[in-house]
């Protein structure tokens, strides 16, 4: 391809990320049936550091389903109206992402409900892993939560909006960024 007289840079020559051309699906967002009677929307913008809505960001979750077990089921890209527990949603052009699910449990005793979460992003060299955690279930005795600085711990918990819907910001740097997680062989 030519471009005023000269070649045009390819993907490997500009500045990425290209997440929106290949990798969300249609269904990506939508962990359990539509229309089912248990489903929750998890929903938020994510920030760059400035502040400013990131429109080019492709976040992964993994959960639990409502008993607290994490479905090993095969197939998330094409569900057959079973929930997998594994979704996939790009945000829009202000920022915003939004998942169908259901409310995770906790899976084990001791630990509050939350979900997975891994974010692609301009600006990220590799990608970055936090979680959302379910408002006041069993928040206080989380080992994750309990290990971290009481101002940071919010960083990482949701709002319930007057529907039900769990909200949640994710803020790649700055002021209240997002707690991130570093897990053995991924540093």
């Given at each position: ?117 891994t ?22 005795d ?11 711990r ?34």
């Amino acid at each position: 391809m030519r471009e005023h007289g000269r070649s045009a840079p390819t993907p490997g020559q500009t500045v990425g990320p290209f997440f929106h051309y290949a990798l969300p699906y249609d269904d990506g967002p939508r962990l359990a049936p539509a229309g089912a009677p248990d489903t929750i929307r998890l929903h938020g913008t994510v920030y760059d550091g400035a502040g400013a809505p990131v429109p080019d960001a492709l976040l992964e979750v993994r959960q639990a389903d409502t008993s607290g077990r994490v479905p090993a089921t095969e197939g998330s890209l094409r569900r057959d109206g079973r929930f997998t527990g594994w979704g996939r949603a790009a945000t829009d052009r202000a920022g915003r992402y939004a998942f169908t699910t259901v409310e995770p449990a906790p899976v084990r005793d001791g630990a509050a409900a939350y979900f997975a979460v891994t974010v692609f992003a301009r600006g990220l060299l590799d990608r970055v892993f936090t979680r959302i955690y379910v408002p006041g279930r069993g928040l206080e005795d989380d080992p994750l939560l309990g290990a971290l600085p009481a101002d940071r711990r919010g960083t990482l918990i949701a709002m319930r909006d007057s529907d039900g819907a769990l909200h949640h910001d994710i803020r790649l740097q700055g002021e209240g960024e997002t707690v991130f997680l570093a897990f053995p062989g991924h540093e």
